[in-house]
Each structure stands twice: as C-alpha cells, then as structure tokens.
C-alpha cells in the first residue's frame, strides 16, 4: 500500500482515488433526501406559474400595487436575487486571483448558485410588467415604430448590467467544468450522459498545452468577472440613488448595496450546502473550516452593511429634512406603520451576526445554518423597506398610503425559491458539483503512484506531473 499525506485544508481526503470516488458518486441515483426535496421544489414552480398565470388573466391590480406604490414585493425580490447571484463572482473570481485555498470545495456550488439567481431575477421584471407577452419593449433593439427606451434611465441601464453579468458568470462556470466533465465522461456508464459529456467536454485530453491555455482562460475570465462584483449591483443601486425619492438619492447606496449583496450571497451559500454536505455526505470536502472562513466574511460584510444603516439614519436627523425623516426608510420604518419590517431587518442583518465574533458559533454547523436563515430573510426585508417606505411616504401628504402584499404575490415570491431551488438541485444530478481537479491540486500527491482514475484529472504543474518519489 502506498503511504497518503493527508492535506491541511482536506484531512479527510486520503488519495486521489477518494475524490474520484466522492465527488462523481453524486451523478449516480439519488436518495430519498435528494427526492423529496426536488419533489417541493417542483410544487413550488408549479404554484408559481399557477399564481402568475391568474394574474395576467385577473390583471396587475392582483399583486396589491396601488398609487403611489409602484413597485412592490416583484422589485424587491429582484433586487434580493441579483444580490444573491454576487457570491459565486466573489468566491470563484475574487478568491481565486487572491489563491484563498479554501475556496476549492465551495466554489463550483457558488457559481451555480449565481447562474440560477440571475435566471430568478430576470423572472420578476416580466411579472412586473403585467402584460408579458409585451415585455420585449424593455429591449433597446432597432424596430419599425421607432419605440426606444429612455437610455438615461437606470432602469436600461440594469438589462446592459445583469445581462453583462449572466454572461460572463455562465461562461466562468462553463470554462471551469470542462477537465471534470470529461473526468465524469470517462466514468459514465449511462449512454445518454456519457454523450451529454463528451460533447461538452470538448474532447479535454489533459494535455499540457490544454492545461496552458485553460488556466489561461480561467484567469482572463477571473480578472474580467471581478469589476462585475462592484459594477452589477452598483447599478441596481442606481435605480434608486438617480432618483428623487426620499431616503433614496443617497451616495451610501452603491457600496451599500454591493456589500449587501456579498451579504446575502455567502448566507445562501451556506444555507444550500449545510444540508447538501449532510445529504450526500460530503464532510470531508465541505468542512468546518470552510464554514469558519465564509463566516469571517460574513461578519465583515454585516459591519459594512450596519454602518450604512447609521448613516441613513444619522444623515435623515443631522439634515432636519422633513421629507428625509418621514420618508426615510430607516427613520420612518423605526417608528412609523411598517416598524415591524424595519426592525426585522436591523435584527436579523446587524444584531444576530454579531454572534459570529465567537468562534464557538463560527464553528458550529447548525448554529451557522440558523444565523444564515436570518441573514436571508433580513436582506429580503431590507429590500422591502427601502423600496416600500420610501415610495409610501413621498413630499406630498396627500399621495401618503399603505401597501399589503397580496397572497398572489407571496405565493409567486414563495415559488420563486422553488424555481431556484429546483434548478440547483438539478445541477447537482448532472453536472459535477465540485471541482475534481482543482481539489487534487490542494492534496499532496502520494508517495508512490497510485491508480488515480482518469488522467484529465491530473493538472500538470511545470508542464508536466508531479509525483513524489
């Protein structure tokens, strides 16, 4: 038997044989657990479109939007999306050029995750409109009646954006795969999927001028896709800053936002792979200390995002501006109809996280779960105070109102984390959900040459393989 040196960040792991074994294992029959999930994730899109398809035909005034609310529970789920869709950019680009070791079990799930939210939130924007079948007007594409967008709006400025972001997220999440699709191509047993990855595999041999020119595209991509962290949801913050609402024209809302949206991606990263490590029993490759470090992140995030709540507030009291302060999300929300939404939200996003000081917490699985449920549904009421108090409590008294999200919208909100959550867990069942070959780099190789599997695994270092004697 060959003697294994076990890793620092994977002790777990013995051999490259284990990985082999593990991580493509979960393309093989799923469980029970793995079932009843996607049997309730499926419910939930079918109670999505249900719902939505009785609003085209009922009308718009389903969703309870009313002067002056226009935007209601459909925008701030989209905005909750988009923000969620930014830690796949973040844990596969931003940590990859810093060579954080620890990002090798965690990042493949992130990159789905950004994909799959971004298919979400582009949802939102067509149930907003009401009429979808007219939803191609958003589009600033030539026509014959001359019916073009306001460019200067950031409402145009969000399709350039996200759909800038789609793109290069899909194509990193792609390039990535391609040395463990054809590790899965050359273990199918399956015909149909031994086909599927083959083709999609683009006939991968491992060679090293294969391996030059993939790290080489890997880390363009990683350089072009990390500006998009800071760019993408800037803009969505730009919705709000250009205009004149109070508690919205604020220079904080850009990096507000973006670390906001840091926020609530690592939080539904953990929140999908705690039970994903449990269910296919990946302890090994999703450790504690995988978790111990996206909490540290976390906490940095949550601090940033709690200092821009005190400079909403302290900025609506230091101008004595009476609009700011009975329309102010933060000074109003504390106070006025909808305290409960404000104060859920400086609960959940600045006082719960708090306890990830402690490392005991930090390194604790199901503690970590809980605190990222809360984070979650704080980040979605977040986006709701600012869009709904704000636009219920403008300049003119008399245009003051309340708005109550309907059970059509909530239902439709509801389904929209089915769509999601069936979409990922799909993913799971078909394309490898960790990187195969980037976790034999972090493992020593063995002391004598063991029968590692297929050899598009092995990436060469200095053009050619490393074995120790």
């Known amino acids: 038997m060959a003697t294994v040196v076990r890793s620092e960040t994977h002790p777990d792991i013995g051999s ?105 939130a582009g949802l939102f924007p067509v149930i907003h409109v009401g009429r979808p079948w007219l939803a191609y007007y958003l589009m600033p594409y030539p026509n014959q009646r001359m019916i073009w967008p306001n460019f200067r709006s950031p409402l145009v400025w969000d399709v350039f954006a996200v759909g800038t972001y789609f793109t290069v997220s899909a194509t990193f999440f792609y390039i990535g795969m391609i040395p463990d699709l054809a590790a899965a191509r050359d273990s199918a047993i399956v015909p149909w999927r031994k086909k599927l990855y083959s083709t999609l595999s683009l006939g991968w041999r491992g060679t090293n001028w294969e ?28 919705d709000f800053a250009m205009s ?18 840091i926020y609530s991606g690592l939080a539904m990263v953990l929140t999908l792979l705690i039970p994903i490590r449990k269910i296919f029993g990946l302890e090994a490759y999703f450790t504690t200390r995988h978790v111990e470090q996206m909490a540290k992140v976390m906490l940095l995030t949550s601090l940033i995002v709690s200092y821009a709540y005190l400079c909403e507030a302290f900025t609506a009291w230091y101008t004595f501006e009476p609009a700011e302060q009975t329309g102010g999300y933060l000074m109003f929300g504390a106070t006025g109809e909808y305290w ?27 503690a970590m779960f809980v605190i990222t449920l809360f984070v979650n549904i704080g980040m979605w009421f977040e986006r709701y105070s600012i869009i709904v108090l704000s636009l219920s409590h403008e300049y003119e008294p008399w245009m003051w109102n309340q708005y109550r999200p309907s059970l059509t919208g909530m239902i439709i909100i509801l389904g929209s984390f089915g769509w ?3 979409w990922f ?44 004697p």
Request: hydrophobic residues 55%.
């Open 244 to 261: 004149l609402v109070p508690g919205w024209h604020s220079t904080v809302f850009a990096p507000y936002f973006v670390a906001g949206a």
């Open 16 to 120: 490259y044989e284990d990985v082999n074994r593990d991580i493509l294992k979960l393309l093989s029959r799923p469980g029970r657990g793995y079932r009843i999930l996607l049997a309730l994730a499926i419910a939930g899109v079918i109670a999505l479109f249900t719902a939505w398809g009785l609003q085209i035909v009922l009308g718009i005034g389903m969703s309870g939007l009313r002067n002056p609310i226009g935007w209601g529970v459909y925008i701030t789920t989209f905005v909750f999306w988009v923000g969620i869709a930014h830690s796949g950019t973040l844990i596969s680009a931003i940590l990859y050029l810093f060579r954080a070791r620890w990002r090798q079990s965690i990042y493949r799930a992130a990159e789905a995750m950004t994909v799959f939210a971004v298919m979400t």
């Open 340 to 366: 409960w939404s404000a104060w859920l939200m400086l609960t959940c996003n600045a006082f719960v996280p708090q306890l990830l000081w402690f490392r005991q917490v930090r390194r604790s699985i199901p």
């Open 211 to 238: 391996w030059k020119h993939f790290t080489r595209a890997y880390l363009y991509l990683a350089a072009l896709a990390t500006p998009l962290v800071l760019s993408v949801h800037s803009v969505v913050s730009w």
């Open 425 to 468: 867990l799909l993913f799971l069942r078909v394309l490898p959900a960790v990187s195969v070959a980037e976790l034999k780099e972090v493992l020593p190789p063995p002391l004598r040459r063991l029968r590692a599997g297929p050899a598009t695994l092995r990436r060469p270092r200095g053009g050619a393989e490393e074995v120790r």
């Open 420 to 422: 999601f959550l069936m």
